[in-house]
């Protein structure tokens, strides 16, 4: 029998082969990969202990200055001012806000240009009004807008939605979570008819908005 020719490594790079050295680096990859799996499951934990809960937004105020329509193609200029109240539940959670907009809609329409709010953040259990005045000029809308406004005066209440959109992040101690897209949606009834005194129709009552996130 021939005796079995083993070689080594190191040999076999003397006759010109060349021998790779793989397990320092997976070494390294396996480590960089536990230390990110143990940062994330980290973030998760803490965010599912602390159950961060939406905010709460409420519409305080809300005044029509203007609603009708001008020029040959019946065109809508509207004008509204509105007042929200945003609170933040959390006891130990706080919340920045980001590309805050809020706009009026009527039936499905919309009926005032996108608004911007200043970005702010808001502390622990903390509440901040929000105001802001919607203004629409020269806006296209259905061919049935005016009589739908006609209908709803004889009715004698009209049915305004005020919308708002925006970004929000979460904040626990010294970490900031990424953004979160958030939505709200306020029905303002007003009284509406021929017989009410001139002046702005107005929503004083303070009703609950729906926040979806």
Request: charged content about 20%; proline content about 7%.
């Amino acid at each position: 029998m021939s005796p079995i020719d083993v070689k080594s490594p190191k040999h076999c790079e003397e006759k010109g082969f060349k021998v790779e050295k793989l397990f320092p680096k997976k070494k390294l990859f396996f480590c960089f990969s536990t230390i990110s799996l143990s940062i994330l499951s980290f973030i998760f934990l803490l965010y599912l202990t602390l159950h961060p809960t939406k905010p709460n937004f409420t519409l305080r105020e809300a005044d029509i200055y203007q609603l009708n329509l001008s020029g040959p193609r019946q065109l809508l200029n509207s004008s509204i001012q509105l007042t929200l109240v945003s609170k933040n539940p959390n006891k130990k959670v706080g919340i920045y806000y980001d590309e805050l907009q809020v706009f009026a809609s009527y039936k499905g329409q919309q009926i005032t240009l996108h608004t911007s709010l200043p970005p702010f953040y808001q502390g622990h259990e903390d509440s901040n009004f929000l105001s802001a005045l919607l203004i629409g000029n020269g806006l296209p809308v259905d061919p049935y807008f005016g009589y739908e406004v006609q209908r709803d005066q004889i009715v004698g209440k009209l049915i305004v939605n005020l919308k708002g959109s925006g970004r929000l992040r979460w904040k626990v101690g010294t970490w900031v979570s990424g953004k979160y897209r958030f939505n709200v949606d306020c029905v303002a009834i007003m009284p509406f008819g021929s017989s009410l005194p001139s002046g702005p129709l107005s929503f004083r009552q303070g009703a609950q908005c729906s926040t979806t996130l």
